[in-house]
């Protein structure tokens, strides 16, 4: 019985694009500054391994591919040939060659046969040119005492097949070092009758390979077995009478030379030396040195749906200790507390297993800012800065192509040419900062250029022709800046294939603020602008504030209020007949009646009997009216998209400890509502104090 390897595929997909982004990492940063002798070690290791899988697992197009790029990397770390900037651009397009290479195999699609013949053209080009500035290796004098073949005891362990290796592929690859005398033992093979494991390996080989290599050379073909067989390796050493042949043939040292620098070529994918077992585990040598564990999707978002039942659970029974009789209350609400500190030890721990650091996106941008930037002809400096800030594997997922737009807009639209820059006293570099951090209950991040900052009057001007602000308003810089996010807006004068058709910016908002999430922009002219995300740590469990309105109980982020309080009649004014402000600390808040909002009956219409829930949406504030604040508790979101529909107004739902269900309220999308609802609503202080103004004339 054969053992199905494509069960480890999937694993070996994952491997090999960690690889890729090592490779890619290393190449940009040869290309960045001086050559390192680690860093192309690195690289190499990371080719090694994806050629070795590919070899295991029978993709020969990857393997092929992968071998002509470790050839070159190999002349590299071996000093044969110079680390030129020519030299680490093709390899960067031979590592997206590769990408796509694996992507075809994953997928099981043709990859693109033109583009790969393309670089393997270029590759082989670039290693028959001559290098006449490397160092060439020194003739010896004298022949040394080399091997001239190896005797080799391979004896698989009985689980081998079980491991996904095939030991006819380790001896074919054998046989390429030279000629190879091949012994099978099968003295371990069961007796006729006998139990016999179709999944066992019973076999051992004794193999006189008569070949001029290393031992290195050697050894690499079976280190995907390593600690799975018995491995033993002997050298076969010339006799006198060869040595003395060999030393009067001196005349032919230069020629034996060159002919070992070709078998040292055939064989450069074989030189990883002592290190390559513990590079094979690691990946990389840049690779984190603590534990860590590949966990499958699936099964974490199942072990969460257990920690929402046992959060819900939690909180029946607090609901049923307030009803018990009292000589047991006590000791139920003490084991109540009790289990809610475990249940909440126990979610954070999780909760951590989804955690992953933002540097998962930030390592696309270098390469991204290199190539966008040598397009546009602009020198930038990216600077990268809190890279190990966690948040959510799902936030993380679906905040990569809102980041991509708006690191393009900067390169694109913010950072000038070198020429533009100097003329206006700056440096001809430009920078690009991308930095993340925790921030209360949310996590920040903050795309900021120090280019000619947005155009006040050329996006005011265009929003005014295109009747997004009217023409008698003075909007401010916060009102202005808003409109870039407006659907197919564009102030660019030509359109290109980086910017200028009106397609990102509204694509960047909504999908931020679908991950419950806001994005602000600060900008001044001739310095900058700075782009600030706001995103929740996770989109799993809440912290939340219970309200009621009515019959009806409403959760609120406790993330996004900022206090509450009883409504004082004598601060409040009316603005046009609808709109209601509520005078705060000087500060006018437009008021969002709940009720009005969802058409359900409160107990009172009156402001004065209800309470005000500040809290902050779109950076401004709003003051939601409700009948009576509960208790705060944490709560399991529920998907409404997922089990309804998407409603206006809704993030989600939970299960209260009563088993009803509430409402989790997406304040953001309360403000969207009322705006359909009330045209009027105000939502910039300013705004607030010349309607206070207006009214009060």
């Not at 980041?403 to 950072?415: E, S, T, W």
């Not at 469990?541 to 409403?554: H, S, T």
């Not at 600390?585 to 437009?590: H, L």
Request: aromatic share 4%; glycine share 8%; net charge negative.
């Amino acid at each position: 019985m054969s053992v199905d390897i494509s069960q480890f595929h999937q694993v070996y997909f994952e491997e090999s694009f960690e690889g890729l982004d090592a490779m890619e990492s290393g190449l940009l940063a040869l290309s960045s500054g001086e050559p390192d002798m680690e860093t192309i070690n690195v690289i190499f290791r990371a080719a090694h391994s994806i050629k070795g899988g590919a070899g295991t697992f029978g993709f020969r197009d990857i393997s092929d591919f992968t071998h002509v790029m470790e050839t070159l990397l190999d002349e590299m770390r071996s000093g044969k040939r110079l680390v030129t900037p020519a030299a680490v651009d093709l390899l960067l397009r031979s590592t997206d060659q590769l990408g796509g290479l694996l992507t075809a195999a994953r997928d099981k699609v043709e990859p693109d046969a033109e583009a790969i013949a393309e670089a393997l053209t270029e590759l082989q080009a670039m290693l028959n040119e001559a290098q006449p500035d490397a160092p060439a290796p020194a003739v010896p004098t004298t022949p040394a005492a080399a091997p001239v073949g190896w005797r080799i005891r391979f004896a698989p362990q009985a689980h081998l097949f079980m491991t996904g290796n095939d030991p006819a592929r380790l001896l074919r690859e054998l046989t390429a070092l030279g000629s190879c005398a091949i012994n099978c033992d099968l003295s371990q093979l069961p007796e006729a009758g006998a139990e016999f494991d179709p999944e066992a390996c019973y076999f051992a080989w004794d193999i006189e390979l008569t070949a001029s290599v290393e031992e290195s050379a050697v050894r690499e073909v079976f280190e995907w077995v390593d600690g799975d067989a018995e491995i033993l390796i002997q050298s076969v050493m010339p006799s006198a009478a060869a040595l003395a042949a060999a030393s009067a043939a001196q005349a032919e040292a230069e020629q034996l030379a060159e002919d070992r620098r070709q078998s040292d070529r055939r064989a450069g994918d074989r030189r990883a030396g002592d290190r390559r077992q513990n590079d094979r585990r690691e990946g990389t040598a840049g690779a984190s040195s603590s534990s860590s564990i590949r966990v499958d999707i699936g099964k974490v978002d199942a072990l969460i749906n257990m920690i929402g039942q046992l959060v819900i659970t939690q909180s029946m029974l607090l609901d049923l200790g307030q009803e018990i009789t009292p000589d047991k209350t006590i000791k139920l609400r003490e084991g109540l507390a009790q289990l809610e500190r475990n249940t909440r030890d126990l979610q954070e721990s999780i909760m951590n297993i989804r955690m992953m650091p933002i540097s998962f996106s930030f390592n696309r941008f270098p390469r991204l800012v290199r190539d966008l930037s040598s397009k546009l002809g602009k020198e930038v400096q990216l600077k990268l800065a809190g890279e190990e800030t966690e948040v959510d594997k799902t936030v993380l997922e679906k905040i990569g192509d809102p980041l991509v737009h708006l690191v393009r807009n900067a390169l694109d639209h913010g950072l000038e040419t070198p020429e533009v820059r100097e003329a206006c006293g700056k440096s001809p570099v430009g920078t690009l900062s991308l930095n993340a951090y925790h921030e209360g209950g949310s996590v920040v991040i903050d795309i900021s250029d120090d280019g000619a900052g947005l155009n006040r009057e050329r996006i005011l001007a265009k929003a005014r022709e295109r009747g997004i602000i009217d023409a008698h308003v003075h909007p401010t810089d916060s009102q202005v800046y808003d409109c870039i996010f407006a659907p197919g807006f564009s102030t660019a004068a030509v359109v290109s294939d980086v910017s200028g058709r009106g397609v990102g910016m509204d694509v960047v908002r909504r999908n931020i603020r679908d991950l419950g999430g806001t994005v602000d922009v600060h900008s001044t002219a001739g310095q900058g602008a700075t782009f600030r995300i706001r995103l929740p740590l996770t989109l799993a469990i809440l912290d939340g504030q219970l309200v009621r309105v009515g019959a009806n109980v409403y959760i609120i982020s406790l993330v996004s209020i900022i206090e509450s309080l009883q409504v004082e009649s004598a601060n409040v004014q009316t603005v046009s007949g609808s709109t209601e402000l509520y005078s705060l600390r000087s500060e006018y808040i437009p008021v969002l009646r709940l009720y009005d909002l969802f058409d359900v009956q409160p107990d009172s219409t009156e402001l004065s009997e209800g309470l005000l829930v500040v809290v902050e949406a779109m950076g401004k504030k709003v003051a939601l009216l409700v009948d009576e604040l509960l208790a705060q508790q944490q709560v399991v979101v529920k998907s409404l998209q997922t089990n309804f529909r998407n409603v206006d107004g809704i993030s989600g739902a939970t299960i209260l400890g009563t088993g009803s269900v509430a409402m989790i309220l997406d304040v953001n999308g309360l403000v969207r509502l009322s705006r359909e609802r009330y045209a009027d609503l105000p939502l910039v202080p300013n705004s607030f104090r010349m309607a206070q103004q207006e009214t009060i004339q």
